[in-house]
């Protein structure tokens, strides 16, 4: 197994307000995070993610825990742990918009302590990766979201740092630019060599693209574990069934635990169903129903749909 490269250790932060008192956002975490993984953190809205998140790049001081990036304690040696971090922070907020792109890596890099030739085509080898070259003298202000996406992920990389932490980088993109996108998280593991933490609420990216997931509720690790365990712990048989035409209320009502819906005019139940004869059974009534089956499929579980069980196991309040 490969070395941990990032450890919380007893990890908590809470908020207190005059108001509210005591608020507890991370109780008590314990996490490693291996060298060269594509690691996706995730949680609903006020689950503790993004402070776990902003106490890993140092942005904000843990109430009681340690964290470690190389072995080098944040709390301790803040700025020697920093130089190991690559940050994209949620909304391009690391970027300068009336800088050109070319400009805004030789700052984050001057940032960084980078100089002269070294950082110059350090700059230009990240540009022309982001396919962002012939625009380098452009002033970021007039890119679009996803070239400004892009110019965030060359600062974060300019000093080359082993993790990269990316928070929701594909929030507000047209579909072209998330694929882009995707497309260079991926590369960023599998030819850079890096170390990736990625935080997003589009689950089937994470199901696409990372190695590992840990999934945060209510301040507290509720799952961590390679996606394809996490999967097949939860797979059991579902099938999707779609006939023409739309059922009454009564027909729909008989139907118990699968779920119906009404898609483009026509019906879909899909459900749970464990043995053959339930699915053949399922399907005769539909017969007697009189309507015209469509298809039949057996599906497999998704990342979003563990994700949502794991929440209501825990009381969550979803996405």
């Known amino acids: 197994m490969n070395t941990a490269f990032v450890q919380l250790r007893g990890l908590r932060k809470s908020y207190g307000t005059a108001r509210t008192g005591i608020v507890a956002a991370v109780q008590g975490i314990d996490l490693d995070i291996h060298a060269g993984q594509l690691f996706g953190f995730l949680g609903a809205n006020g689950a503790g993610k993004t402070t776990t ?6 942005l904000i001081r843990p109430t009681a825990g340690t964290v470690s990036v190389d072995g080098v304690d944040i709390g301790r040696r803040r700025g020697a742990a920093m130089q190991r971090v690559g940050a994209v922070l949620e909304g391009t907020r690391n970027i300068h918009w009336p800088l050109s792109a ?3 890596l030789l700052y984050f890099g001057h940032l960084k302590g980078m100089f002269g030739h070294t950082l110059r085509a350090r700059a230009e080898r990240l540009l022309r990766m982001l396919e962002l070259w012939d625009r380098r003298d452009d002033l970021v202000g007039t890119f679009s979201r996803g070239m400004q ?16 932490m990316l928070d929701e980088p594909t929030l507000g993109l047209d579909v072209l630019a998330v694929v882009a996108v995707r497309r260079l998280i991926k590369a960023l593991v599998e030819d850079e060599g890096k170390t990736v933490i990625l935080t997003t609420h589009q689950l089937d990216m994470a199901e696409a693209l990372c190695d590992r997931v840990a999934i945060i509720n209510k301040g507290r690790i509720v799952t961590d574990q390679p996606v394809a365990s996490l999967l097949a712990l939860f797979r059991e048989k579902t099938y999707r069934i779609k006939v023409e035409g739309c059922l009454t209320e009564t027909a729909v009502a008989s139907f118990g635990d699968v779920n119906v819906a009404t898609v483009n005019g026509d019906t879909v139940l899909h459900g749970p169903i464990d043995q053959a004869e339930d699915l053949y059974d399922l399907v005769a009534r539909l017969r007697v129903l009189g309507v015209r089956l469509l298809s039949v499929q057996e599906t497999e579980p998704s990342l979003e749909d563990v994700f949502l069980q794991l929440l209501v196991a825990g009381d969550g309040e979803g996405v």
Request: net charge neutral; hydrophobic share 50%.
């Open 53 to 58: 998140i902003k106490m890993i790049c140092g």
């Open 149 to 164: 996406q892009k110019v965030a992920i060359g600062c974060a990389l300019i000093a080359d740092p082993p993790l990269v």
């Open 102 to 104: 070319w400009d805004n």
